[in-house]
């Protein structure tokens, strides 16, 4: 079975295509289940989000293509959800979804992923700010709010690397993904950035296995022809670290599958 959990709609104000051309895409790549998964509304970085009046568009946008494309494919409704602290809203905590994903996109309200602030990397200790992503990544994890970790290392997505080893930075926040009892996502958005491979690297998602953290799939697609890219790629990828079921959800509720 293919999952695919982590995708957007034009609400974001920073992707194309319309719902049903996603979905046509994902039947066309054999996807079984899809989800979408736009950006949550806050009241933080407006320009990059759907707003909070337009939460029901997307709820409507969503629910009628699943009841559309109902016996070809099954398509799901969540939020990626900005960790944010003092941002987050419980109209999107606590909202009927079936499932939230966590990510971290802001450093002290930098926006460190995004190519406009691309310039304070130079100014910036490295490994300090990996520290940091992910001292936010395993407070994200032990707020119990989310059901899968985005992109768990896309503090590595321009290639600035840490001197310091990646894994015993990243340890504390994994130990607390497993005690929340998240899944991290297998995304492949990072194919298509500077550091050329999936979030996360060979050796965070071995430790992932390790820990017997699961795990699901995400094309984060921001455009339809985006959707199923690297799919064969990052299966193998997960397949030869050990991994043979990935994760898909409904209403809150995990299932795991065999992929």
């Given at each position: 079975?293919?999952?695919?959990?982590?995708?957007?709609?034009?609400?974001?104000?920073?992707?194309?295509?319309?719902?049903?051309?996603?979905?046509?895409k994902?039947?066309?790549?054999?996807?079984?289940?899809?989800?979408?998964?736009?950006?949550?509304?806050?009241?933080?970085?407006p320009e990059y989000r759907m707003s909070f009046a337009q939460t029901e568009e997307y709820r409507e946008m969503v629910m009628k293509a699943k009841a559309r494309y109902a016996g070809r494919i099954d398509v799901l409704f969540g939020y990626e959800v900005d960790y944010l602290p003092g941002y987050m809203d419980?109209?999107?905590?606590?909202?009927?979804?079936?499932?939230?994903?966590?990510?971290?996109?802001?450093?002290?309200?930098?926006?460190?992923?995004?190519?406009?602030?691309?310039?304070?990397?130079?100014?910036?200790d490295i490994d300090r700010i990996w520290r940091e992503y992910f001292q936010l990544v395993?407070?994200?994890?032990?707020?119990?709010?989310?059901?899968?970790?985005?992109?768990?290392?896309?503090?590595?997505?321009?290639?600035?690397?840490?001197?310091?080893?990646?894994g015993a930075i990243a340890e504390g926040a994994l130990r607390a993904i497993k005690e929340a009892d998240m899944a991290i996502e297998l995304n492949v958005a990072g194919y298509r950035k500077p550091v050329g491979e999936a979030y996360p690297s060979r050796e965070l998602l071995e430790r992932a296995y390790e820990l017997g953290?699961?795990?699901?799939?995400?094309?984060?697609?921001?455009?339809?022809?985006?959707?199923?890219?690297?799919?064969?790629?990052v299966e193998a990828f997960a397949r030869?670290?050990?991994?043979?079921?990935?994760?898909?959800?409904?209403?809150?509720?995990?299932?795991?599958?065999?992929f």
């Open positions: 079975m293919k999952i695919d959990l982590h995708n957007h709609t034009v609400l974001c104000n920073h992707a194309e295509g319309s719902v049903d051309a996603y979905v046509e994902a039947i066309e790549a054999g996807i079984n289940v899809f989800g979408f998964s736009d950006h949550a509304p806050m009241h933080f970085d419980d109209r999107i905590l606590n909202a009927d979804v079936d499932y939230l994903i966590g990510s971290v996109h802001f450093i002290d309200q930098w926006g460190f992923d995004n190519p406009e602030f691309i310039g304070r990397y130079e100014h910036e395993e407070a994200m994890a032990q707020s119990r709010h989310f059901d899968i970790v985005g992109h768990l290392d896309l503090i590595k997505v321009f290639k600035f690397m840490p001197n310091a080893p990646v953290i699961p795990i699901t799939f995400g094309s984060d697609a921001h455009k339809p022809e985006q959707v199923g890219l690297y799919r064969d790629e030869s670290v050990g991994y043979t079921r990935c994760a898909t959800y409904s209403r809150r509720d995990r299932e795991l599958v065999t």
